[in-house]
């Protein structure tokens, strides 16, 4: 079949939805950085608390933001084997409770026997806190309520408790936003990877020589075809080897042949060349879509001690790539186009 070839660099295949993938790890990277302009600390001060007292801040003038929330952030500061049971309090121009949380904070330590063996253990949960996102420009107190306070003897326990508050608006929970940025970052990266292992593998051919064949059914105008020649050989290979391509179609023409260069790169143990391995893909559009014939010639052959074939079909790129396109020449006396 008389046909006409035309090789062009083009970006009609790459895979946009691979870089979106990747984007949006980007984006999530992006608001990671914004949040932080966002954020601003208003007050950072120790108090300490009776029990069933309550200990007013001093008033915070509180103005609503487009991103983040007010947070407080309330540290208790115990002896080991005691536990408080604390409120953190929001309060109005007029004294009234707007918004609270409860925290039971506690540290405990102990010692511990196994099999001969002992150790000190120590555990705590001491820190609590309170986001609440701000509607309106308003003035606000924070304060701290000591409910309960003893220790794991079952004693109650007079002294003031000690914490530490810290008030910032315009935080962001970045908790999300980090495990966002590591989950779209992976998603991104196996779609880059993916994307040149897309379609399918039409051919596959494995042969411990230079001269692999393989036929299929691939192709189509807005199909791109992917050829990979992967070639393993021994210490006595030159520098590059040429990979002969030939391709036929459902009737056996020949309409494409062309040689490959293939540089190698080489395997040294101890200074002395040990083997050797090169790799080549080209990339095609076939039309029509019907029985192609794929057939390579490795040379020299004498080195080579494995050819791999492998053809994708419906593949997609990462970027821009030299597509060689094959179509039925529109004149029938036109001769078969070839490359040598």
Sequence with gaps: MPVTTQ????GRFVDLWSYIALGTAGLVLLAFVVAQFFHKRLMSQTVYVEPEESVQLESIQLQPQLIGALRIDVEAWLSTNQWVIYEIQILDQNGQVIASAMKEAWSESGTWYEDGESGTWYESDLQGGLDVQAKKNEKIT????VLDYGNTSGQELEQPVGFKVRVENGVVDTRYLGSGLIGSGILGIMAIIATPFSGKVAIAKTIQDSDPSGRAT????D???RVKINVKSDETSP???????????AYGEQVYARALPMPLSFKEEDGKVESAKGQVQCFFTLEPRSSYGFHVDVMPDAPVDQTTLTVRDRNRTLVPVE???IRPSPLSDY???KHP
Excluded at 142 to 145: D, H
Excluded at 239 to 249: G, M, S, T
């Design 142 to 145: 924070v304060a701290i309520a």
């Design 218 to 221: 691939v192709g189509g105008a």
């Design 239 to 249: 520098r590059q080897l040429n990979a002969r391509l030939v391709i036929n179609d």
């Design 335 to 337: 001769p078969q186009d």
């Design 7 to 10: 090789t062009q660099r083009t």
């Design 323 to 325: 597509v060689v396109h």
């Design 223 to 225: 199909q791109l075809v």
